[in-house]
Each structure stands twice: as structure tokens, then as C-alpha cells.
């Protein structure tokens, strides 16, 4: 009585008549768990669709509302955008006037159902650097003049309060560690009217780059300056596709036609043409101020001040040497600083809070000994968001993806299906471990969703699984592969919950 034949009938008679009484019990502590309002989000899409659809070295350009097959390039960059239907299922297209914007800008994706709606973005490399960026343009398309209020969550850690004007456009960006082969983008309502977004954009990162994120805190940009010029420089001058504001105001602007060197180990990469520019005061008497950052008292800084001499020291005694401060610093960043000519270099400001005013400003005030006033060529400064939650287990999120694509469940489950805590997908429950490790499903309710088929051989995929219930539906008995792993205590399952043909509310099975 120990061949496979045989192990498989002890397995299906023991699921057939382990007693009904437990049933109410464990159906009354599943019911009892709280569940989140989620949809997940991406429908079945061949993988060779989305690479194809990646070029520019990984870069994955969305137009979110773009009607399928409508793939267009970029004037100004040659990037190719794609519609946004691979990468999420939810929401409806609306159009806005955007005279004036960058074509992607005239469509967007709005989301008037659900707390919260999510795009699957991928592939990307576990661990991996990229670079996050969300547009919104509210444009009146709904012409009740009434621009929303909402969450945008980028991953499990990042959570960004966006808030648009009527007519202009507005972008969060940040640069992350992918903590699995998905970048969950996620739209929350949080009741101030209905979530929408115009465009996302990915760009992979060399692990060399910005060094300060990494797998236990990301960065939310706050700024990054082009000093000295008026123009808007991204890709292709930009190989990473960084958006470099220009700044020049009335401020004098110091420039060269000669080529700026960096060297091929250099953490930020800044193009040549960025620092060709840069900008400065009159003379020695005065200090020069760049505003860091906006945001509240406990935030943390982290800013990189980009430098190159632009001036060739030709007279005798010819020198530049400034001080660098930041708010609240009496000790200063660096003393003494003199930038190298046409070479890159970099001022690194870190662990330094925001403070009572909301306002990060640095200061580059002349040293005494120096003949010329204080440059600078341009800026990035950044939030740091720590990583706080770890990500679901991989293999769960695997499973429980493949769960919803196999029985087309039409459930709000979008995002990570265990984290943030208070969006878990509905009928999960999942185990924390005190956030020492990735978080693992340990239950989940199927039940009334009118299922047909065989008994799931995604239950393999859970090994932690405990409780699974499948009342009213029509599921058929396990396949021999998952009998066998059941009845070997290779997985976690203990309790059933499935219905008989003439039995509504079904029997409870024990694997005890």
C-alpha cells in the first residue's frame, strides 16, 4: 500500500471524508482577518512583447491612456512610447488639452474605482538600479476645473502625496534597488478626487551610480539644476535619460566650449554638456545660495553639488576657494573647496535635516583667500526614503500572480499582495515574521467565485500556505504530483475548505 497509486487514493479518501465540523470554525477566523481593496492590475502579456517594446538599453517609455497599437517616437528625445494596456488593466483613457506639452501629455489614465490602482512595470533585474519617473497633467479634462489629490506609491517603501494645479504638468521621480522583477507603480485615492497619470518612465541605472541608493533606502528627487543656460537637457545628451532643469536667472554665467573629462568610475556620470555651464555671483563680497530642498522638519537631505572650473587660471595668484555650508551646519560641508579645471568633480551632502523652516538651502560664501567668487555647475538633491517593509516573497507573489491568470479572478489585487499592510489583496493573509524576512501567504480565500477545473497545483509555489478555501466552486481532486507533496510534508497546507456537489456550504479538510 505504498506505491504512488495507492499514496495518491489514502490522499483523495482523506479529503473526502474528514469530518464537517471544523468547517465553521476556521470559515469564521478567515472572515474574521481584515482584506484590502485591490485589483491586480496586469493582464496576460507575452514577455517578448514587452522587450520588444524596451529599447534605449531597457528604458520602458509609457503613455498611459495611448489607444494600443498607436507606439509613437519622441520628437525631442527619439524614445519610442508605448500605450500603457501591457502594464495595467484597470482605469479608464480620457483626453486633455495640453497645448504646449510634450505629447504624452495628452492622454492620461484615471482611476474613479478602487483605493488603489497599480502598474506592473517589467522586466527588470532583481536588485537592479533604475530610475522611477511619473507624469500627471490635469489639463480640466473632466471640465470640473477641480485638480485631485492623491497617493503615489512606487514599489513597498516609496509614498509621494502628488497635488496638481489646472494647467501644468508635474513629475516624481526616484532612483531604487528593484526588489523583484516587478516596479509596482501604484495610484491611491485618498478622497480628494480621482488619481490619474499621463506617463511612466524607467530607466536602468549602472550600480556605480548614486552610491546612496541601495537596497535599504531609495531617493526622491527634490532637484537637478543645469546652472548657467536657460535649456531643458535629457537623452540623448543624457544617456540615462536625467531631466536637467536649466537655471541661469540673472546671475552671471560662466561657459566653455571645451569638453568637461569625467572619469569611467565616476558616481554620477553628469554629461559634459551640463557642465560646460555654470553660474556665480559679482564678486567676493558676495556668497552664493542654491535651495536644496522643500519638505518637513524630520526629512533627510541628500544632495551632490556638481563642479568644474571653467576658468583658466592664467594671472599670478589667480585662485577660487570657497566655503560650502548647509542649514543648521556651523561646522560646514567643506572649507577650503577649489573645483578642478575641466575635470568633474563632486560635493556629497548626506544625513542632513530638513529642520523647522522646510527649507534646505547650501551656501558657497568666498574663503579670504580667494581672488574669484564662488561657481557651481549644477545640482541634485534628493529626499532619502528608507526601506522600511520588506517586499512579499518572490515565490508567493510568482504563485499567487499565476493564481489570478489561471482562474481569471476579477479581484482588486494590484500591487504587492502582503505589503503596505493596509492594502493586502482581499482573501490574503500573510505572515510578517516581525519584518525579519519577506512576508509569506498563509492563507488565502477563493471562496464563491464560481471556479471550475482541477485542484490547484499552485499550492506547490506557497509552501507556506496553511488554509485555503475554495467553497462554492467546482474544483476537482488534487493532481497526483501535489498529492504526493502534500502527504510528504513538503508543504505547509493543513486545512481545506471545498464544496460537494450537493453540499453548499462544503466540508472541511484536515491534513493533519
Avoid at 43 to 57: D, R, V
Avoid at 469 to 476: C, D, H, P, Y
Amino acid at each position: 500500500m505504498n506505491s504512488p497509486a495507492s499514496r495518491y487514493l489514502q490522499c483523495s479518501v482523506f479529503l473526502f471524508f474528514t469530518f464537517f465540523f471544523f468547517l465553521r470554525v476556521e470559515h469564521a477566523l478567515v472572515r474574521a482577518q481584515p482584506g484590502g481593496s485591490a485589483l491586480y492590475f496586469s493582464s496576460y502579456y507575452p514577455i517578448y512583447n514587452l522587450i520588444h517594446q524596451m529599447g534605449y538599453a531597457g528604458f520602458i517609455s509609457v503613455d498611459c491612456g495611448l489607444p494600443d497599437e498607436s507606439d509613437y517616437r519622441d520628437d525631442a528625445t527619439g524614445i519610442t512610447y508605448v500605450p500603457d494596456t501591457p502594464y495595467v488593466d484597470a482605469g479608464v483613457t480620457e483626453i486633455a488639452t495640453a497645448e504646449g506639452f510634450p505629447r504624452r501629455y495628452r492622454t492620461l489614465r484615471v482611476f474613479p474605482q478602487g483605493g488603489r490602482n497599480c502598474y506592473n512595470l517589467r522586466p527588470v533585474h532583481l536588485g537592479g538600479k533604475y530610475l522611477v519617473r511619473a507624469g500627471f497633467f490635469y489639463g480640466d479634462y473632466d471640465g470640473l476645473q477641480s485638480p485631485p489629490e492623491f497617493e503615489l506609491h512606487i514599489g513597498v517603501n516609496v509614498r509621494l502625496t502628488i497635488r496638481l494645479s489646472l494647467n501644468d504638468s508635474s513629475l516624481s521621480e526616484v532612483i531604487a534597488a528593484a526588489q523583484g522583477h516587478t516596479i509596482w507603480v501604484c495610484l491611491v485615492n485618498t478622497n480628494k478626487g480621482t488619481p490619474l497619470i499621463s506617463t511612466i518612465e524607467v530607466r536602468p541605472l549602472p550600480n556605480l551610480l548614486y552610491p546612496h541608493a541601495n537596497a535599504s533606502q531609495s531617493l526622491h528627487l527634490q532637484r537637478r539644476s543645469n546652472f548657467g543656460t536657460e535649456a531643458l537637457l535629457r537623452y540623448p545628451e543624457d544617456p540615462y535619460d536625467r531631466i536637467w532643469l536649466g537655471l541661469a536667472g540673472s546671475f552671471p554665467v560662466i561657459n566653455t566650449t571645451s569638453p568637461v573629462a569625467a572619469t569611467s568610475n565616476d558616481s554620477f556620470q553628469v554629461p559634459s554638456l551640463v557642465l560646460r555651464t555654470a553660474i556665480s555671483v559679482p564678486n567676493v563680497s558676495y556668497s552664493l545660495i542654491v535651495r536644496a530642498a522643500v519638505g518637513d522638519p524630520d526629512d533627510i537631505v541628500y544632495a551632490v553639488l556638481h563642479f568644474a572650473e571653467l576658468q583658466n587660471m592664467t594671472r599670478p595668484n589667480q585662485t577660487r576657494i570657497m566655503d560650502l555650508f548647509g542649514e543648521g551646519r556651523e561646522e560646514g560641508i567643506l572649507r577650503n573647496y577649489s573645483p578642478p579645471f575641466l575635470e568633474a568633480d563632486h560635493v556629497r551632502v548626506t544625513d542632513a535635516a530638513i529642520g523647522q523652516t522646510g527649507i534646505y538651502n547650501i551656501s558657497l560664501i568666498p574663503s579670504i583667500a580667494s581672488t574669484l567668487p564662488p561657481m557651481i555647475n549644477a545640482m541634485e538633491s534628493f529626499l532619502v526614503r528608507k526601506v522600511d517593509e520588506l517586499p512579499t516573497d518572490l515565490g508567493d507573489v510568482r504563485a499567487i500572480q499565476a493564481i489570478r491568470a489561471a482562474y481569471k479572478l476579477k479581484r482588486n489585487w494590484q500591487g504587492d499582495p502582503c505589503v503596505p499592510i493596509d492594502y493586502v489583496w482581499d482573501g490574503l493573509r500573510c505572515d510578517y515574521y516581525d519584518g525579519l524576512k519577506p512576508p509569506r501567504i498563509v492563507s488565502l480565500d477563493m471562496s464563491n467565485n464560481n471556479l471550475s477545473g482541477s485542484f490547484p497545483d499552485f499550492l506547490a509555489e506557497l509552501p507556506a500556505l496553511k488554509l485555503l478555501n475554495l467553497v462554492s466552486n467546482k474544483i476537482t481532486l488534487p493532481s497526483r504530483g501535489l498529492c504526493t507533496k502534500l502527504m510528504n510534508r513538503r508543504l505547509s497546507l493543513r486545512f481545506v475548505l471545498i464544496s460537494f456537489p450537493r453540499n453548499r456550504s462544503g466540508p472541511y479538510f484536515s491534513f493533519e
